[in-house]
């Protein structure tokens, strides 16, 4: 299996930023098959006891039955942090997280990376807007860029 960390995680955009608002927003949901792992991480504008990210499992993919799960409550404790929630193993196979806005605030995109992957090699590389595109070097030369 290839190293290298962009070959090895599956990072997919799973909510665009809002500006403020007061209202809770979920992202989209993952769906952990063939995965161990995955980290939700994005920014919260303003600091609040209210204003944090959470996270939801279920057994289907439209979130009909989604229970919350215990102690995923993450708080922004500064403006302008980013804030994560690593869940390892879930129990259910789809998940997403939760946007709470108690206090006026917005957020910046909220990204998942879905590691530990049983897949293989995974792409990460996208023509489509507002998603990822990079590339990997392996011993590059210096010179041009």
């Known amino acids: 299996m290839s190293e290298q960390?962009?070959?090895?995680?599956?990072i997919t955009l799973v909510?665009?930023?809002?500006?403020?608002g007061t209202h809770k927003v979920p992202t989209e949901m993952i769906d952990?098959?063939?995965?161990e792992g995955v980290v939700f991480f994005g920014t919260i504008a303003t600091k609040g006891n209210g204003n944090f990210i959470y996270a939801q499992q279920d057994e289907a993919e439209d979130g009909s039955f989604s229970v919350d799960l215990a102690g995923s409550k993450v708080v922004a404790t500064a403006n302008g942090q980013v804030v994560?929630?690593?869940?390892?193993?879930?129990?259910?196979r789809y998940l997403r997280a939760w946007i709470n806005r108690e206090t006026s605030t917005a957020f910046g995109d909220i990204y998942a990376i879905q590691y530990q992957g049983h897949k293989g090699l995974i792409s990460n590389l996208s023509a489509?807007?507002?998603?990822?595109?990079?590339?990997?070097?392996?011993?590059?030369?210096e010179g041009t860029i």
């Open 84 to 92: 994560w929630l690593d869940i390892y193993k879930p129990e259910k």
């Open 15 to 20: 909510r665009a930023g809002e500006a403020a």
């Open 32 to 35: 952990m098959a063939g995965f």
């Open 5 to 10: 960390l962009m070959n090895n995680v599956k």
């Open 128 to 141: 489509v807007a507002g998603e990822l595109i990079g590339k990997i070097l392996i011993s590059p030369d």
